[in-house]
């Protein structure tokens, strides 16, 4: 925990427990009730990295948080702040406000971030609802490798039509953009054969054999 008086804009939150107040854009990964060593309860919210490369928990304090739940798994604009209390010491959300409210003062680069998140979390969605244990595994591997290759105006369009797909229909999809619809045809093939659920590699085959 902090022993100085830092204060910074958009850290990481890997370095937050150098800082006793910051402020920035995050991921509102959940919230939860948890209970303390002395039985009272407590909200907490998750936060991650726009890049998804560390989580802070934050304690809600008082009625300024009570409509929060309802932005879970969007990006905000927050402002965190550090609070010793006798033994206990603890972060908690002194501020947060939605980032449609804020979206014009964020950067092209940070923008372009955030958008392939919040898709991201709208693939990785539509991936879980999977029936398949394989085909799911497989396609949030391929969602992993696609959101750092591929431009937002991409992405856009597939999440705008994954759920009018199959699971197979999705899952050769986004092999195709993973490996390359056209020059790695049989890289295609042969990925989709190594997976125990033969959906996806039946699918492709069909289209094959129909386009010959």
């Not at 998140?117 to 029936?131: C, E, M, P, S, T």
């Amino acid at each position: 925990m902090p022993n100085n008086s830092k204060s910074a804009i958009q850290p990481l939150l890997a370095d937050a427990k150098e800082l006793v107040r910051f402020k920035g854009c995050y991921l509102l990964e959940s919230i939860q009730t948890k209970r303390l060593t002395n039985g009272h309860k407590i909200k907490v919210a998750t936060f991650c990295d726009v890049e998804n490369t560390g989580t802070l928990e934050v304690r809600l304090l008082g009625d300024s948080c009570q409509y929060i739940e309802q932005f879970t798994l969007e990006y905000l604009q927050v402002e965190i702040a550090f609070k010793r209390l006798k033994k206990v010491q603890f972060y908690y959300l002194a501020w947060f406000e939605s980032i449609e409210r804020t979206k014009t003062f964020i950067n092209c680069e940070t923008r372009h971030s955030i958008q392939k998140q919040l898709f991201k979390v709208d693939l990785i969605r539509r991936a879980n609802n999977i029936a398949s244990i394989s085909t799911r595994k497989l396609c949030k591997e391929l969602i992993q490798e696609i959101i750092q290759t591929k431009s937002t105006v991409v992405l856009h369009h597939l999440v705008k039509t994954q759920y009018k797909l199959s699971d197979a229909e999705l899952c050769l999809k986004l092999t195709q953009m993973a490996l390359g619809e056209t020059e790695n045809i049989w890289d295609i093939g042969f990925f989709l054969s190594m997976s125990s659920n033969q959906g996806s590699y039946e699918l492709w085959e069909n289209l094959l054999l129909g386009s010959r």
